[in-house]
Each structure stands twice: as C-alpha cells, then as structure tokens.
C-alpha cells in the first residue's frame, strides 16, 4: 500500500483503508474476478500541525506561592516548570505543545498503534523525567517513561483495559508522592489504582471508589487545586454543570462531597488537565470550545478558578488531548458522498461541528452503479473502510473478505458492538434478519456471523458511527417507514449487541438522505448528518444523553446533486 507517511505515522496510515496520499485519485472499475478497486487513497490537504499558546494570556499573572506536590506538573518535558501539552491529531499523529509557545514536536509511542488517549503521570520513579499512559483503542495500557519532547521508554503493557471508558489521572491522590490512575466502567463504577513507583509494575490492585460516575460525560483529574497537596477532581454533565472533587487521601474513599462550581460549560467539547500553567501554586485548567478556541481557567487553591482567559484558536485540529475530561474517539470523521453520474467525493469534518471543501477521490462516473458502505475503520486507525460488495464478495480496497455477500441489503459499520476492542459489521439480509459479524482488528475478516434478531426490514435506513449516548459503546440509528427514529444503544455483548429501542423522534422522513460521519465536534461523540429533498444539509450534535441528538443546525446547501452518502 502506498502512503506519503513514514515512521509510526505510516504505520497508522497503511493499516488503514483511507491511505493519505497526495494528488491522488481512484482509478475505475476492474475486470471481472479481481479486486473492483485498487487501494484508495486520499489526497492530503491538511496539515496535522496546530497553533502555538498564546504564551502572553498564559503567564499573565506573577507566581504568587511555591509550587505543591499536587501541582507540579505531570508532563514538563521542556525543563521550564510548565506542563507541555501532548496530544494527538485527526491523522493519527502525537505532538508535543511546548509551554513556551514554540514549534510542536512529533512524540513517537514504540509498540502503540495509536495513542487514543494519552494520561500524564509526572515523575513516578525520582528520575526527574515524567512518565505518560498511551491507551491503544484495544485497550492496551502502555507506560513510556523518562519522556522527552519526541518520545519515551516503554517500560510496562496491561491489557484489558477496554473494560473501562475513560482512564484518567487526578495526580496524587493518596499523598505518597506519585500520581495515581482512576478508571470508570461503563456501568459508571470507578476504580483506584494506586501508583508503586516502580515502571515495569506501575499500578497495585483496583479498588472500587464508587457507582454513580456516569453521570459525567467529562472527569478530569485537576491535580491538586485546594492547596492540600493531594490530587482533586473535576466532574461535568452533559448539561454543562461543573462539579469539584477535593481529595481526602484515602483510597477506599477518596474524595470528599462534590462541590457545585459552574454550569454553562457545555460548549466545551474537551476540557484538560494542565496542573499549574501560571505558577501560583494552584492546579490550573484548559477548555476548548467549539470553534477551537482555548480558554485558561487559573485554580484560587480553594477548589474554584478565575474567570477564563483566551490562549488561541484553531485548536479544533486536535483530536485529542492528553489529560482530556472526554470519552475518546477514533475511526470516523467523515463521509463520502456519490453524486448521481457515480463520482466520489470526500467531505472531511473539522472537529468544529463544520465540514471542509468537498473534494473528488475518484474518477469522473467511475463508480457508478457500486454497491459500497463506508464503515468505522475495522483496523482501529483513523480512517474508515470503504467495503464493496462486487460479483458477491465482499472487498475491503484490495482485501478480499469472502463470498456470499449478495444475501444482503444493507452493510453497517458503527464501531466496536462487542466490547473486544475491535470495530465490527452489521449486515441485513432480504428477510429482515440482522446479522453481527465480529472484526479481527486488522480488517481483513469476520468471525462467524451471530443473529442479532428479525424485523429489520422495517427500517429504510440503519446507521451509525461512534457513541451518541455517552457511555462510550457503539449505538445504531435506525428511521422506518413512518419517518420515526429510533436509537438501538449498545451494550457490549456480542449475542445481545443492543437495548431495547428507543423512540427519540418523528418527521425524519421529510430526509432524502441520513449518513452518520462520526464525531464532528471533537467531543468524542457520534454525530448524525441530513438531507432534505431542497439538497439542504442539517446537522444534529451527539448529546451523550437518552436523547442522543441535538436539534438540527443548517450547515450546507446542494446536496440534492448526490444520489448517496456513505
């Protein structure tokens, strides 16, 4: 497979049917018995850079104390006192922000497909330099220590850690010195890990916290902002209601009654941990909203912050940040739209809630008359997978998944249905039977099929990309004859994939057109796209609640020229 990328990015990149590639486009149809595409590839026309910080809003405000145990910072790996930020980019790319403002740095993570999300520890073994998690989307937890502005030692792998939906760190919360781990399941049970000090067994035993956290669709561990020297939370809802969780130093209960501290907080799509950003001695906080716009909120060291102050915009280019409050999200951040001559185009999202400038990915007319699906990548990259069922088989590019696709109407790729880590596939037969068909993780083939149940010939429309409930399971949309809508939310079983249906909606038949591109917005929700027979385009937010979308905003016209999107 061919790529512009090298290192770890060509990595991600050729595990991934969507290749980057620059100037280049789909060739047309080939003969009979071969593979009907070659691979796809995608030209490149975004850089996976973003902006500096403004450093002059960070560092308006003089040190005012010596800096805590609990703020100083998780990941400095500038040597100046100062979290740098670390994160990942739509293209699979992790950087470093320096804290001096300075040119980001590309960090690599040996032995990590890609970094879904990324926690910083700080120093966990008195060498100075800080230790950072990479968690794979397989639910590989990796500690690289001694990090520098490119990279870190791998010193310790747990796997399993899919069972839980966000991992994150509240720094020291048992007072011994070193930052500790909590996961939530997504029952909403918490758990502890205390940190050993030592890299190559980081973390004890669990202990269970408490039920009740998933209640928040954003935990963001603060390290210490109350001036106890202890690491503290920060909690918010869906709402935008904000809660703070000092910590009390016992790990079998180790925070003390939430604190209401703010609402309105809900135009934020990330919200990040960055410890002491102004030297003051207080655990500080970055929020990102919807536009990309960075804020800073500065801790008083009594569990409330200053009025927010702007470090920049154009941040809507990350995907992720490490020490980010949201469930995170990979595989699908676009979609492909067929006009009615058989052209592809490509409409890529920008993290904003907003789309780029179509642009055409294949030959004039070239696939007319293709019976495609574009899914939620089924190798755990970046990118979806363009299927094609072609003389009965099903291709993934140039892999050759097997006969006897022609059996079915509809092929649905929403992500991982099984709770294994690996992106799975939905198809429906003639009948209405709905079939689950596990992933390998590479995407190259199936498990043998599970029946999910009849009566799906109902719907004239299955879809889904990502979580739209805020749990961080793979759910499916699903519009009948009436024009109702329904969400099937996941479960994580591979013989009962989904909860009974709900009922989120009517008047969905006034569409033309339904496609699911993955999360727009950058909170790590699905999001859902709409066409109505004007060739208007329509967007509905994922909410991460049981209503599982916003209302609609118009964001594009002319769409009446497409017979598909995928």
């Given at each position: 497979m061919r790529s512009a990328f090298s290192g770890r990015a060509s990595h991600v990149a050729t595990c991934t049917a969507l290749v980057l590639s620059v100037g280049m486009l789909w060739a047309s149809p080939a003969v009979a018995g071969s593979a009907p595409r070659p691979v796809l590839e995608l030209p490149l026309t975004d850089t996976p850079m973003v902006p500096t910080l403004d450093v002059s809003a960070l560092d308006g405000m003089a040190r005012t104390a010596e800096a805590t145990a609990g703020s100083k910072p998780r990941f400095d790996v500038t040597g100046d006192g100062k979290t740098d930020l670390i994160h990942r980019t739509r293209n699979g790319f992790t950087f470093v922000a320096p804290s001096s403002g300075g040119e980001h740095v590309e960090f690599t993570t040996a032995g990590s497909f890609l970094d879904l999300d990324l926690v910083p520890l700080g120093d966990q073994n008195g060498t100075g330099k800080p230790e950072?998690?990479?968690?794979?989307?397989?639910g590989a937890l990796r500690l690289y220590s001694d990090a520098s502005t490119t990279t870190g030692t791998l010193r310790w792998t747990g796997y399993g850690w899919n069972i839980y939906n966000k991992v994150f760190s509240p720094g020291d919360v048992d007072g011994d010195g070193r930052a500790d781990v909590m996961a939530r399941q997504y029952n909403g049970d918490l758990y502890f890990y205390r940190s050993t000090g030592t890299?190559?067994?980081?973390?004890?035993?669990?202990?269970?916290?408490?039920?009740?956290w998933g209640a928040y669709d954003q935990l963001v561990g603060l390290g210490d902002n109350d001036g106890d020297g202890k690491g503290d939370l920060l909690a918010r809802t869906p709402s935008g209601q904000v809660y703070f969780y000092g910590s009390t130093g016992d790990k079998s209960a180790p925070f003390k009654p939430r604190k209401a501290l703010a609402t309105g907080w809900q135009v934020y799509n990330q919200v990040i941990a960055v410890d002491d950003r102004n030297l003051d001695g207080h655990a500080d906080v970055f929020a990102r909203d919807l536009n990309g716009t960075l804020w800073a909120y500065y801790g008083?060291?009594?569990?409330?912050?200053?009025?927010?102050a702007q470090t920049g915009s154009a941040w809507n280019r990350v995907e992720q940040f490490g020490g980010a409050g949201n469930i995170p999200s990979v595989g699908k951040t676009l979609f492909i739209a067929r006009d009615k001559a058989g052209t592809l185009f490509w409409h890529r999202g920008l993290n904003n809630g907003k789309l780029a400038a179509r642009e055409q990915v294949s030959d004039t007319g070239g696939y007319a008359g293709a019976n495609l699906s574009l899914v939620h990548s089924l190798d755990g990259g970046t990118l979806p997978d363009l299927l094609q069922v072609y003389e009965g088989r099903l291709w993934n590019n140039d892999k050759d998944l097997g006969g006897g696709w022609q059996i079915y109407n509809r092929l649905v790729g929403p992500g991982d249905l099984t709770g294994d880590g690996k992106s799975d596939l939905l198809a429906r037969d003639t009948s209405g039977v709905l079939y689950l068909y596990r992933g390998n993780g590479a995407g190259t083939g199936f498990a043998s099929r599970i029946r999910v149940g009849d009566g799906w010939s109902a719907y004239n429309q299955i879809l889904g990309a990502g979580d739209y409930t805020g749990d961080g399971?793979?759910?499916?949309?699903?519009?009948?004859?009436?024009g109702n809508l329904f969400l099937y939310r996941g479960t994580g079983s591979a013989t009962a994939p989904f909860a009974g249906r709900l009922n989120i909606g009517g008047g969905w038949g006034s569409y033309t057109e339904l496609v699911a591109p993955g999360d727009l917005s950058g909170d790590g929700r699905a999001d859902l796209l709409a066409v109505n027979a004007a060739g208007d385009l329509y967007r509905?937010?994922?909410?991460?609640?049981?209503?599982?979308?916003?209302?609609?905003?118009?964001?594009?016209?002319?769409?009446?020229?497409y017979g598909d999107l995928y």
């Open positions: 950072v998690l990479s968690l794979s989307a397989n890299v190559t067994a980081p973390f004890a035993g669990r202990a269970k916290v408490g039920p009740g008083r060291g009594n569990g409330t912050f200053t009025s927010r399971r793979a759910d499916v949309l699903a519009r009948d004859g009436s509905y937010l994922g909410t991460g609640t049981g209503s599982a979308i916003s209302s609609r905003v118009k964001i594009g016209y002319g769409y009446q020229t």
